[in-house]
């Protein structure tokens, strides 16, 4: 299993743009004030990605209500929610990405001849399920404030030093937990 480029520019455009829907700190704006919409190119170049790739992207992350899109001479992208309620999980779903780890053709159905699960089915199936649950744990905000490092710090203390939260839990119990 591999997260491909569409995952990886999806996320990474996500983030740029998030981190240019942020107010600056010094900037008088009002919260009915929409951010100004940001051009696929203006993205492209401060990521170093492709503009004609992420055009494919962002089609597909309108579609999954993530990004609005305007067109004309102040046309762009800007975010179709706050950054805190996009999980990374829901940008590489959107962009059409499979975290599967298993080999099986459905959930149903197992890889073996007759539909039968292999012996490592479960472990390949957890391996699936634990990293749907991280990208679930992370939003666009985690990402812009550089607060990966810590949630991750403070899940693996949770995990090795208590009980009350364990990696089956939902994210945001988990991560309530935390705080």
Known sequence: MKLTTKSRYAVMAMAELAKQDRPAADAVSTSADPPTPVLLATLANRQSLSTAYLEQLFAKLVRAGLVTGQRGPRGGYRLAKPSDAITIADIVHAV?????????P??????LPGGERCLTHDLW????NHIDWFLSA????DVVGRQVQPIVAAIRQSASGSSSASTSSSPALVLEALS
Request: aromatic letters at 0%; one cysteine or more; hydrophobic letters at 25%.
């Open 125 to 128: 199936a957890e391996l699936s």
């Open 138 to 141: 992370m939003t666009l905000a």
């Open 96 to 104: 059409d990405e499979d975290t599967k780890a298993t080999r099986c």
């Open 106 to 111: 459905s959930p149903t159905q197992g890889c």
